[in-house]
């Protein structure tokens, strides 16, 4: 079976950090791009960080700087340490990944896989 699930979110207030979780289970984790797009409702999905499956890696202008990614290949999970967070950081969270050939963060609005999502609450 094919899984990413999410943890972490939560409730926060402005100025304040979470780090949220993406466990990766039933593909070759190594081989494939993943990442996180958040969600607020009535916007658009919007692709917040990812890694290509080379190890490069991708900010959105809107957390660069404070938002940062990383990888534990081993335990085939991703983070994404959130800090100084702000009002406008209120979303759902989804986690997602897409295998080879195309995975690269460029390709990952057509994710093959998406996670179930985690509510992050920025209050003021």
């Known amino acids: 079976e094919v899984q990413l699930v999410e943890s972490g979110g939560g409730l926060v207030q402005a100025g304040g950090s979470l780090r949220l979780s993406c466990a990766a289970s039933?593909?070759?984790?190594?081989?494939?791009?993943i990442g996180w797009f958040r969600q607020a409702p009535g916007t658009e999905r919007e692709r917040v960080s990812c890694?290509?499956?080379?190890?490069?890696?991708y900010y959105a202008d809107s957390v660069k700087g404070r938002f940062t990614f990383s990888s534990d290949n081993a335990k085939s999970t991703v983070y994404l340490q959130m800090n100084s967070l702000k009002p406008e950081d209120t979303a759902v969270y989804y986690c997602a990944a897409r295998g080879p050939p195309l995975a690269f963060c460029v390709f990952l609005n057509d994710s093959d896989y998406w996670g179930q999502g985690t509510q992050v609450t920025v209050s003021s």
């Open positions: 890694m290509s499956s080379d190890g490069s890696t």
């Open positions: 039933g593909f070759t984790f190594d081989d494939s791009a």
